[in-house]
Every structure is written in C-alpha cells, then in structure tokens.
C-alpha cells in the first residue's frame, strides 16, 4: 500500500485538484443554484458514486498498464495533460453557463432516485476525474504491490473528498443564491478563473517526471 507520505501528498493533490472547477463542481454548484439543497446534495452523492464506478473500472485496467512499459505510461500521462487543457480552454468558452443556469429561475422538487442519478451520470462520464485516475494515481502506488488494491483505496478516499467538497459547496452557493443573482457575471468570472486554472494543471501534469 502507499506509504504515509504517499498518501498525505495524494490527499492534498486531491483537495487542490477537486476545488479546480470542472463538469462535477460546475455541476454541483449549477445544481444549488436553480433546485433545493437537498436535491443538490442528493447529486453530490449520485456524483461521488459514478466517480468510484470509474475507480472501479481504472482498478481493473490500470495495473496492466503501468506494468506494460514506462513508455506506455508516458504517453498517457501527455495525452491527459493535454485534455486537461482542453477542458481548462472549453470552461473558459463556457464561463456564462452556470450564470445561464441561474437566471433560468429554481425547477420543482425532485425524486430521490432522480436526484441520485442525475449525479452518478455526471460522476461517471466526467472527463477530468478519468484522467485523475488514470494518470494522476500511479504516481501515489507502492511499486511492489498490486495496483489494483491500491487504486481501489486511493479512489475511496478521492472518492469521500468530493463529497465533502462539492458538499460544501453546493451548502454555500445554495446559501449564496441571492449574493450571485445581484451580479451574475460574477458566476463568469469564477469559470474563466478555473479555466486557467486547469490549464495550469495539465502542464504541470505534462512536466512532472
């Protein structure tokens, strides 16, 4: 299993990469902004249980391909840096959506199970944590063990993060509603914030050796 200092770096990466704006946090806050806290928080736990469905997955597949080559993992490692940029490039083309989502007004209560599965779809299909997983976790693995365990561990971990997180989040921007609906723009500037942000995570990704 990873070491302690392996898994205190893990955590904060993970923190720091979990408040960079992309599809979940967007997500969750366009959530509190336009249905009720409970439904918004409901998402936060569908979207944390689409995330551990990509661990899961990544678990399966990863060992073999850290095991394969240093090649292998190396062009993977470019490769998602250089989607990482991409999306940083996409939130700041898409900075008004959230402020869209807002002047759309509050929608009617929904079902648990509605609300559950609203968030496990965003969860599953977000680009940003596949690539987390992908190649972020085989930098935080213990060489001389499976990978498969580890990952497994590590995702539950980011897994638990996030909820506390976009928990928080969604509590605040809930709470914050009518401080965002005097000055929609601000919702903007927030997303052109975390484009860059991201930008600037994928090329460090790309540079770390």
Request: glycine content about 10%; overall charge positive.
């Amino acid at each position: 299993m990873p070491s302690t200092t392996q898994w205190v770096t893990f955590l904060v990466a993970s923190l720091l990469f979990i408040q960079v704006p992309g599809p979940s946090l967007l997500f969750t806050l366009g959530r509190a902004l336009t249905v009720s806290l409970r439904d918004a928080l409901l998402s936060v736990v569908g979207n944390a249980l689409g995330l551990l469905a990509q661990v899961a997955l990544v678990a399966v597949g990863l060992g073999a391909v850290v095991a394969a080559s240093a090649s292998a993992y190396t062009v993977l490692k470019v490769a998602g840096a250089a989607y990482v940029v991409w999306l940083g490039v996409q939130a700041i083309r898409h900075r008004s959506d959230a402020r869209t989502a807002l002047l759309a007004g509050t929608k009617p209560p929904e079902r648990t199970g509605q609300a559950l599965r609203t968030g496990f779809v965003v969860g599953a299909s977000n680009p940003k944590t596949i690539v987390f997983f992908v190649a972020f976790l085989p930098q935080f693995l213990d060489d001389g063990a499976a990978a498969a365990p580890q990952v497994l561990a590590l995702g539950l971990a980011f897994g638990a993060l996030a909820v506390l997180s976009d928990g928080m989040w969604a509590t605040v921007a809930g709470s914050a509603r009518r401080w965002f609906a005097r000055k929609p723009q601000r919702l903007d500037a927030m997303g052109a914030a975390g484009g860059v942000m991201m930008i600037g995570l994928g090329a460090t990704l790309a540079a770390t050796e």
